[in-house]
Each structure stands twice: as C-alpha cells, then as structure tokens.
C-alpha cells in the first residue's frame, strides 16, 4: 500500500496517532477498570463495550502506523502548468458532451459530491501531470471514457 500525502495530510495522521495513543487509550482503560468493578465480566455490557472501543482504537493506531509509513509525501504546491494535487480544472466529458470542474486532491482530502477526486482514482491517475488541450483515456471499472481538459483554474 503506497498512499499520496500532503504534508498537512501528514501532520493529521500523526496528531491523531498520538492523541490515540495517549489520550484514548488512557480513556480506555479507565472505562475497562470502572466497567470491571460491576462484576461478572461475562454479562457486563459495559465491560465489553470498552473491550469492543480498545479492540476498535488499536485497529485505528494499526490503520495510522501503516498509512504513515507507506505514504508519499508530495507537495501540495500548485504548478499552474499542470495538473497536480490541489490542482482545479475544468474538463470535458467528451462522450457526454458535459463540462465539470474537478479538484485533484490526496485520497484523505476526496469528496466525490463537490468532484474533489484523489489523485489515486482513475480520473485523478488519467488527469495527473497532464495540461490544458490534452485528451486523456480514463479506465474506469465500469469502461473506458475521454476527457479533455479545458482549464487549470
């Protein structure tokens, strides 16, 4: 797993690791050892509901460890020459004959509803590094489409 981070992506993901492992963690255990004070541990609900946010919190620091290690660290500088992270174009649907403005960003930052598309997804791959007049193929699951891209705004 290789992700494409910007170094504010980066700070998020270590500052939220570190709150999980200190701050949570000690919230934790103090819920564990209030919970464990009721009695039988088999039937207490609220025992296995703070095993159950342990268990959850420590697949989160594993998930923040393992994004943090792998991640590519880019810069979010925009080169207003090509299409890069934090890049804004207007492109053009050529099948469809529809217009959009689309917003590369990191996979942390995406939100398909406002077209703000990682760079790691299909569109964002085909758009990546390319330039103002340039058509590129997009293989997306579902086929095959073109693009143009009209602007870099």
């Not at 981070?5 to 993901?13: A, F």
């Amino acid at each position: 797993m290789n992700n494409t981070l910007t170094k504010e992506n980066l700070r998020k993901l270590k500052e939220e690791l570190e709150f999980r492992m200190t701050t949570k963690k000690a919230e934790i255990a103090k819920e564990k050892l209030v919970a464990a004070a009721y009695g039988d541990r088999s039937e207490n609900a609220e025992y296995k509901e703070a095993c159950a946010n342990y268990r959850e919190n420590d697949n989160r620091i594993q998930y923040l460890m393992n994004m943090i290690s792998t991640a590519t660290i880019v810069d979010d500088d925009i080169d207003k020459s090509a299409l890069g992270i934090n890049s804004k174009a207007k492109i053009k649907f050529i099948d469809d004959d529809f217009e959009d403005v689309v917003t590369l960003v990191t996979t942390m930052d995406l939100d398909p509803e406002n077209m703000r598309i990682s760079i790691e997804s299909d569109l964002g791959k085909a758009l990546s590094g390319k330039k103002v007049g340039d058509i590129v193929e997009v293989n997306a699951p579902a086929g095959k489409y073109s693009v143009e891209i009209l602007e870099i705004l």
